[in-house]
């Protein structure tokens, strides 16, 4: 156990606070299928660490064991966060898009690899949209930080297009979506707080999922995360006008629904992100072992991703 | 031979006098809840420790762990500084540990039951277990119920005691714990003072000084020193100003009433605004009477916060305790 036990130091964990999606998608849901790994501990043994946006230079300078800064957000952005030491500092970059391990790996010499964010399937076992009689397409379902909310100011005038008259919210607490202005009275929002006991049963009151993106800043980064979940859950998903249009009827629904079920579980298994992770540590180690004292060069490693 | 002791980082005031020890060769180990040194505050003390990632056993004599009662709240037990805590008593499991308990039961603005002082107690005693425990002073033993006290021991040539000018100071964050402190009653003092012309200095609030030494001149040219504090355990802030030869004005609160002799070395005082206010201006007017109160208060904090005195009690503690841990397991 000693020799191969994994450390993941989460986003939470350094800003002492809870329920951070990244940390649960990219951390927590990890571990219910990595018996060899757990949430950091101060004064545990590690093999390898992985810091799940967790800035601590100090340590990563000093560890030296297996070390992966994982991104999911393109935090190099800001001046202040370390994440370009941090980066230089360790082993690997792991990031949750290809478009971060593209801005990133542009940064560092360090090996930048994409690890897609995915779902824990046992999480949503049972739990699947039966589309089956329910008509046209009435209900939509929004959900994630309310920051996010200009992503759904853009989909209101087309949900009244199409005839879709109740939105549903979930999200972060004290933080009601308000339509804009504009559109005020025209249609039913009931908003939910976000939680993950009561999330996925939110979502399943819903016809469809949007999940509209927008072009500017940190959104060219995001990952697909919510579409995967909502997908688990057998719920289509419409990230555009055309999408939205596409997804109007029963029979509509009920195909993307079961063709995108089925991706998710052939290609959004989380326990494919263990067996990555466990690939890449595995070929570190083999690295580290017979160049331990080389300097890392850009393109100087060989190691790759299963698949990859 | 050395002690070989294994501690974090917590309280860097109280921690540079134990690094000094010269019977401990101390290792760090490394923790994210409290993020690196300010080099104001004691300067460079790198140098007198040596970090470390992990827990190996059989390596360490002991371990000293840090806590107070914030730490003992379920979210930061869960994701704050308690679980700095929570962390190293899980996983050092075959040493002795000495707890160092900063605080004391009080903390009101919590949210129930949190706020109870018996809620707080109880929960110690839970984490607590077998470990050693040490207090600041022998009011916090009372109220803990438990708990060694060691009070906290300073190199009295180390502090400046410098010509003096008339000004009031007090060493104090810029916030939290707002009864703990009685920042209020410090507040009320600054604008019962300001009514006087009398501009107090809260330092870390008024002004922030760039390092070490602009502290010590700053403290050492400082008449008068008030204490606001209700609950504080020894606050090293008014060892250190009594060190430098400041006019002490405190609360008589955690011992202080053992140490100081009400307008001989000192004074004490109520919760009174006013009265603090005018016993400030009176003080100011006399600089005579405040030097010859300032200096019998440095004679007492040479008596009573001495470092040797500090340095041979934990000495012995540790004699104690590791001594006494080898007969267990033997």
């Excluded at chain 1, 995360?225 to 909502?230: H, R």
């Excluded at chain 2, 609950?231 to 090293?236: F, G, T």
């Amino acid at each position: 156990m000693e020799s191969n036990r994994v450390g993941i130091l989460t986003f939470e964990q350094m800003q002492a606070m809870q329920n951070f999606g990244s940390t649960r998608i990219r951390a927590l849901s990890l571990l219910n299928y990595w018996p060899e790994a757990e949430l950091f501990r101060i004064g545990q043994r590690y093999a390898t660490v992985i810091f799940q946006k967790a800035y601590w230079l100090e340590y990563a300078e000093k560890f030296d064991g297996v070390k992966i800064l994982d991104l999911c957000d393109p935090d190099l952005l800001h001046w202040g966060s370390h994440c370009n030491a941090m980066a230089d500092a360790c082993d690997v970059v792991t990031t949750s898009t290809k478009s971060l391990e593209d801005i990133v790996s542009r940064y560092t010499a360090t090996p930048t690899f994409c690890i897609p964010d995915r779902v824990d399937l046992n999480s949503v076992r049972g739990l699947r949209k039966c589309h089956s009689e329910n008509g046209p397409t009435r209900t939509a379902a929004w959900f994630g930080y309310s920051m996010n909310f200009p992503s759904l100011d853009c989909a209101v005038p087309e949900l009244l297009l199409h005839g879709i008259n109740h939105l549903i919210v979930v999200a972060d607490y004290d933080k009601p979506y308000w339509l804009p202005l504009e559109f005020y009275g025209t249609m039913r929002v009931t908003n939910y707080v976000w939680n993950i006991e009561t999330v996925y049963g939110h979502l399943l009151e819903a016809d469809i999922v949007l999940n509209y993106r927008l072009d500017s800043g940190r959104w060219k980064y995001k990952s697909n995360n919510k579409t995967i979940l909502a997908w688990a859950l057998g719920l289509p998903v419409a990230h555009s006008v055309r999408e939205l249009a596409a997804l109007l009827s029963e029979e509509a629904r009920i195909q993307e629904a079961d063709m995108r079920y089925q991706e998710v579980q052939r290609d959004y298994d989380v326990s494919q992100s263990v067996i990555e992770y466990k690939s890449l540590i595995a070929r570190i180690m083999t690295q580290k072992n017979g160049q331990s004292s080389a300097p890392k060069q850009p393109g100087g490693y060989s190691i790759q991703l299963n698949g990859a | 031979m050395k002690f070989k002791i294994l501690d974090v980082q917590w309280h860097i005031g109280h921690q540079y006098e134990m690094l000094k020890f010269p019977f401990i060769e101390w290792s760090w180990l490394m923790q994210y809840k409290r993020r690196g040194f300010s080099k104001s505050i004691r300067g460079d003390i790198s140098n007198m420790f040596e970090y470390v990632c992990c827990y190996d056993r059989n390596v360490y004599d002991a371990a000293i762990l840090h806590l107070d009662q914030d730490c003992l709240d379920p979210v930061s037990w869960d994701v704050g500084k308690g679980s700095v805590y929570r962390d190293m008593n899980e996983i050092i499991d075959d040493i002795p540990k000495i707890v160092i308990m900063h605080g004391t039961p009080y903390r009101p603005e919590s949210r129930s039951p949190y706020n109870d002082p018996q809620w707080v107690i109880d929960r110690l005693q839970q984490i607590l277990g077998q470990n050693h425990m040490i207090v600041n002073s022998q009011q916090a033993a009372r109220q803990w119920q438990c708990g060694i006290p060691i009070i906290h021991g300073l190199d009295p040539m180390e502090w400046f005691d410098l010509p003096k000018y008339p000004r009031v100071v007090t060493t104090l964050s810029p916030s939290g714990m707002p009864s703990y402190y009685d920042r209020g009653f410090l507040d009320e003092v600054k604008t019962a003072l300001r009514r006087r012309d009398i501009i107090h200095c809260q330092i870390g609030v008024d002004c922030f000084p760039g390092s070490w030494d602009e502290y010590r001149e700053l403290i050492g040219h400082s008449l008068i020193y008030f204490n606001p504090t209700k609950e504080s355990p020894m606050p090293r802030a008014r060892t250190e100003a009594m060190l430098s030869g400041a006019c002490i004005i405190t609360t008589p609160y955690h011992d202080a009433d053992t140490f100081i002799q009400n307008g001989f070395n000192g004074f004490l005082i109520e919760r009174d605004p006013e009265y603090v206010a005018d016993l400030i201006e009176s003080l100011i007017c006399e600089p005579d009477r405040a030097i010859v109160i300032g200096q019998r208060g440095k004679h007492t904090a040479q008596q009573i916060f001495g470092w040797e005195r500090f340095a041979r009690t934990w000495e012995s503690l540790l004699g104690e305790v590791t001594s006494s841990h080898k007969t267990d397991v033997a």
